[in-house]
């Protein structure tokens, strides 16, 4: 059975690899280190399908290494040292490079089994993965190498690619390959940025179409039936799942219904209904907060409805919302006062209750001056009266500051007037210099 055309198709030159211009175009650092042959401890970062294998291959070939790969998921340490073993062999004068895929999925004891021959330069290692690998690979691997990240290939790059596959199957097959206008297009758009799956969607086209006298013509129904349904990238455990979470609810927090409807799409396309719900009630409470709090039942009620119907009708209730909370005037007031307050217990600044707040029933014998003296504010005008509510520790702090939206300030004037009148009052009666 032939390799996939992705494996059959890969380039042997940098002028022919698609995508990673970051990286890779002219005087950029990872073309520079490439073609000045001394090649370090690498890592490669990035989704599949964009050429971290294909790379890794092609510089194992121009520094005339033995190229030996392993799966981070199915490698053991013996298969470490079976390539260790070869190393003083004929095949391995110039050194061995070690590509390793999936590396996250390597223990630490298999990470550390690396180190020694890292270090010595019999093994040079080039190491893949789908995730962070500053969460994922061991700092030790991390300090000897050098991690370049890349990123999924724009469409007009890949439908280079894809060009290049359906010519390839042209010379392959003895035969015309022809394909409608948008074809190529399409193919490009529907994979998602992964080169691999457009040029296996070309590929597949022209197996499933057939020939006739000699020529293939491959349809745009053709190519829309076989292209992948979405060219959504989502892991509901990897980071693509949390930069959409974070893009869903910055969108709304930036107040730009487009992009928040675009990125609730691409949760629910996932079937990721759990999260939008819980993001966009978060959004409600932390970005509009008091500048609108009648937005948290109505968020709630519309959350509410789309975990009891379900998918697909959840998208009409969440969009009504989205939509609301975008166009919903913005404050995070409250939201900046939990977090101080939090800061400040964190930081060991506590404090005893106030004695008048304190949940007492009776005076023990040590103490001098005997009861409570809470006041109860609704016996005052206004329903307020001056008293200490936080610990001494905390006299001065403020953590509320009021938002500069209608309520807020509506809230401020009206609690300006009361105190102030209170103040007069307390003056006017020969209060205490405390009240005053």
């Given at each position: 059975?032939?390799?996939?055309?992705?494996?059959?198709?890969?380039?042997?030159?940098?002028?022919?690899?698609?995508?990673?211009?970051?990286?890779?175009?002219?005087?950029?650092?990872?073309?520079?280190?490439?073609?000045?042959?001394?090649?370090?401890?690498?890592?490669?970062?990035?989704?599949?399908?964009?050429?971290?294998?294909?790379?890794?291959?092609?510089?194992?070939?121009?520094?005339?290494?033995?190229?030996?790969?392993?799966?981070?998921?199915?490698?053991?340490?013996?298969?470490?040292?079976?390539?260790?073993?070869?190393?003083?062999?004929?095949?391995?004068?110039?050194?061995?490079?070690?590509?390793?895929?999936?590396?996250?999925?390597?223990?630490?004891?298999?990470?550390?089994?690396?180190?020694?021959?890292?270090?010595?330069?019999?093994?040079?290692?080039?190491?893949?993965?789908?995730?962070?690998?500053?969460?994922?690979?061991?700092?030790?691997?991390?300090?000897?190498?050098?991690?370049?990240?890349?990123?999924?290939?724009?469409?007009?790059?890949?439908?280079?690619?894809?060009?290049?596959?359906?010519?390839?199957?042209?010379?392959?097959?003895?035969?015309?390959?022809?394909?409608?206008?948008?074809?190529?297009?399409?193919?490009?758009?529907?994979?998602?940025?992964?080169?691999?799956?457009?040029?296996?969607?070309?590929?597949?086209?022209?197996?499933?179409?057939?020939?006739?006298?000699?020529?293939?013509?491959?349809?745009?129904?053709?190519?829309?039936?076989?292209?992948?349904?979405?060219?959504?990238?989502?892991?509901?455990?990897g980071d693509e799942h949390y930069d959409i979470l974070s893009a869903f609810q910055k969108s709304m927090r930036g107040s730009d219904p487009n992009a928040a409807l675009h990125y609730l799409a691409r949760l629910l396309e996932a079937d990721d209904l759990p999260s939008a719900c819980r993001r966009l009630m978060v959004c409600a409470c932390e970005d509009v907060g008091l500048a609108w709090p009648q937005i948290l039942p109505i968020v709630k009620a519309a959350v509410d409805i789309a975990l009891q119907v379900g998918l697909p009708e959840a998208r009409i209730p969440l969009a009504d919302a989205v939509v609301l909370v975008c166009h919903a005037p913005k404050s995070n007031s409250a939201y900046c006062a939990i977090d101080a307050a939090l800061s400040d217990i964190r930081a060991g600044k506590i404090?005893?209750?106030?004695?008048?707040?304190?949940?007492?029933?009776?005076?023990?014998?040590?103490?001098?001056?005997?009861?409570?003296?809470?006041?109860?504010?609704?016996?005052?005008?206004?329903?307020?009266?001056?008293?200490?509510?936080?610990?001494?520790?905390?006299?001065?702090?403020?953590?509320?500051?009021?938002?500069?939206?209608?309520?807020?300030?509506?809230?401020?004037?009206?609690?300006?007037?009361?105190?102030?009148?209170?103040?007069?009052?307390?003056?006017?009666?020969?209060?205490?210099?405390?009240?005053?």
């Open positions: 059975m032939p390799a996939p055309l992705a494996d059959r198709l890969r380039p042997d030159t940098l002028e022919d690899f698609v995508g990673q211009p970051h990286l890779l175009g002219k005087g950029k650092a990872l073309r520079g280190i490439i073609e000045s042959g001394q090649i370090p401890n690498l890592i490669f970062y990035g989704p599949p399908g964009i050429g971290k294998t294909t790379l890794a291959t092609m510089i194992a070939r121009q520094t005339n290494r033995k190229f030996c790969k392993l799966n981070g998921t199915t490698a053991s340490t013996s298969d470490i040292r079976d390539i260790v073993a070869s190393l003083d062999t004929f095949e391995t004068m110039n050194g061995v490079l070690l590509y390793l895929d999936e590396i996250q999925y390597f223990n630490k004891k298999q990470q550390q089994t690396l180190l020694e021959f890292m270090e010595n330069g019999q093994i040079t290692l080039i190491a893949s993965t789908t995730e962070n690998p500053y969460f994922y690979v061991y700092n030790a691997i991390l300090s000897r190498s050098t991690v370049f990240e890349f990123k999924p290939v724009e469409p007009s790059e890949i439908a280079q690619a894809v060009e290049r596959a359906f010519h390839f199957l042209e010379d392959e097959q003895h035969s015309t390959v022809t394909w409608d206008e948008n074809v190529v297009e399409t193919i490009a758009r529907s994979c998602g940025g992964d080169v691999r799956k457009a040029i296996n969607a070309a590929e597949l086209c022209v197996l499933s179409t057939g020939q006739q006298e000699g020529a293939c013509h491959v349809t745009l129904e053709r190519a829309k039936e076989l292209s992948q349904h979405s060219a959504m990238r989502y892991d509901k455990g404090g005893s209750i106030p004695r008048q707040l304190q949940n007492m029933h009776y005076d023990g014998a040590d103490q001098k001056q005997k009861g409570q003296f809470y006041q109860y504010p609704h016996d005052f005008p206004g329903h307020w009266v001056h008293q200490q509510y936080l610990p001494d520790a905390l006299l001065d702090a403020a953590y509320y500051q009021y938002g500069d939206n209608k309520n807020e300030q509506a809230f401020q004037s009206y609690w300006d007037k009361v105190k102030t009148s209170h103040a007069k009052n307390a003056m006017g009666c020969g209060g205490t210099e405390h009240e005053k």
